[in-house]
C-alpha cells in the first residue's frame, strides 16, 4: 500500500481549515500507487485527493506538476484540479511532507485492457499534447536518456543477482540507445507516466488521467512509447499489434505523426523500456524484505526490450 506519512486528525483538521472545503468528514489512506502517500478525504462539499510527497518527487517540480494541471484540467482534459487555499496557495507542508489537494476523479482504471480502451487512449494522450502547447512552464525529464546511465550505475552491481547476464545485456542496450536517440523530433508536455492504472474509464469513456508527477518537456512520441509498453503486451508478454493499431491510429487521428516521428518509434519505444526496467530494477534490489509496498517486476520490461530491440520497422507497431 502507499501511505507512507500518517497524519493525524489534528493535522488534517489544521490543515483543511486553510482551504474553503468544510471540515472532514472522513480521511482513508489509498492502498494503490507507490511513489506518494494519497487519502481519499471526504469533506463537507465533496471528496478530494490528499497527496503528500514522497521521495522520488523533488518539492521545486510541484509547482510545474500543479500548474500542469490546472492548465490541462482548464482546457478540458479531465484531470485532477489542485484545490486553492484561502490564501491562493495550492501547495502547503502537512506532517512534514509537501502536500497538496487535488479534485476526485470517478471512474475505473482498466483491469482487463482491450483495443477499444487503447483507442480512446490514442485519442486523450493526443489531446494532452495539443493542450500541453501553451503551458509556460518547462521541466527537465528527470528521467531522460542521460539520466539512465547513472540510475543502471547504481544498481548494476545487483543486476545480474536478479537475472543472470542482465548486467551486460542492459549496458550493451544503453550504449547502442546513447548512439542511435532520436534529435529534433517536436517536444512539449508529456505525461511519461500514463500507465493504465493511471487512465479512468467510465461507461467505457475516459473520465480521468491522473498522476502527472512525472510529467515533463520531452519529445511528444516517447510518450506514445510509453504507451505502447503499458498498454499493448500481453500477460504472458506477448505484443499486442491490435491494440497499438488502435491507440496509433486513435492518436493520429488528432495529431498525425511526422515521417521522422514514426521511423523513431523502435528506439524511443526501447528507451521506454529500458526506463521502467531500470526504475523497477532500482526498487527492486533497494526494498528491504518485509517493505509495505511491493516493487514491480523488472523482468516484465527486460522482456518488453528485448521486443522492441528485434523491431526493425515501425510497421511492426501497426503504422501502414
Ligand atoms: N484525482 C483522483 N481521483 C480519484 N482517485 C485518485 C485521484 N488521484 C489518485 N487517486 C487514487 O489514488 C491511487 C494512487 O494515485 P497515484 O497513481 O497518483 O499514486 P502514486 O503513488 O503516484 O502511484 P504510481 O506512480 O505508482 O501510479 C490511484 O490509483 C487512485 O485510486
Ligand atoms: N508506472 C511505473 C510505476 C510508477 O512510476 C511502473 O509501472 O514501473
Not at 490546472?70 to 489542485?82: K, M, Q, T, V, Y
Not at 487555499?85 to 482487463?112: C, E, I, K, N, Q
Request: aromatic fraction near 10%.
Amino acid at each position: 500500500m502507499a501511505v507512507y506519512t500518517e497524519i493525524s486528525d489534528e493535522d488534517l483538521d489544521a490543515f483543511l481549515e486553510q482551504y474553503p472545503v468544510g471540515r472532514a468528514l472522513s480521511c482513508k489512506g489509498i492502498a494503490e500507487g507507490v511513489e506518494n502517500s494519497n487519502y481519499l478525504v471526504q469533506t463537507e462539499t465533496g471528496p478530494l485527493i490528499l497527496t503528500l510527497y514522497e521521495k522520488r518527487v523533488n518539492p521545486d517540480d510541484l509547482p510545474f506538476f500543479l500548474g500542469l494541471m490546472e492548465h490541462l484540467a482548464d482546457r478540458g482534459l479531465p484531470c485532477p484540479l489542485p484545490v486553492h487555499g484561502h490564501d491562493g496557495r495550492a501547495l502547503r507542508t502537512l506532517a512534514g511532507r509537501p502536500a497538496a489537494m487535488v479534485s476526485f476523479l470517478a471512474g475505473m482504471w482498466p483491469r482487463r485492457v482491450t483495443p477499444h480502451h487503447c483507442d480512446r487512449l490514442g485519442g486523450a494522450l493526443a489531446r494532452l499534447h495539443h493542450a500541453g502547447g501553451g503551458f509556460a512552464m518547462r521541466r527537465r525529464n528527470a528521467l531522460g536518456l542521460e539520466d539512465w546511465r547513472p540510475l543502471f550505475d547504481r544498481c548494476a552491481g545487483h543486476a545480474d543477482g536478479v537475472h543472470p547476464g542482465l548486467r551486460a545485456e542492459l549496458d550493451t542496450a544503453l550504449m547502442d540507445l546513447e548512439a542511435c536517440w532520436p534529435a529534433g523530433l517536436p517536444e512539449g508536455v508529456i505525461h511519461a507516466d500514463l500507465f493504465p492504472d493511471n487512465v479512468f474509464f467510465l461507461r467505457n469513456e475516459i473520465s480521468g488521467l491522473i498522476d502527472f508527477y512525472f510529467a515533463c518537456t520531452d519529445v511528444l512520441a516517447y510518450d506514445i512509447a510509453v504507451c505502447l509498453n503499458a498498454w499493448c503486451f500481453e500477460g504472458r508478454g506477448e505484443f499486442n499489434v491490435t491494440k497499438a493499431r488502435r491507440l496509433l491510429a486513435a492518436y493520429q487521428a488528432e495529431r498525425p505523426l511526422s515521417d521522422a516521428e514514426m521511423a523513431a518509434l523502435p528506439p524511443l519505444a526501447q528507451g521506454a523500456a529500458l526506463r521502467f526496467l531500470l526504475t523497477r530494477l532500482y526498487d527492486w534490489v533497494n526494498t528491504p524484505d518485509g517493505a509495505l509496498v511491493r516493487p514491480k517486476d523488472p523482468m516484465e520490461y527486460l522482456h518488453k526490450l528485448r521486443f522492441h530491440r528485434g523491431v526493425k520497422d515501425p510497421g511492426a507497431y501497426g503504422l501502414a
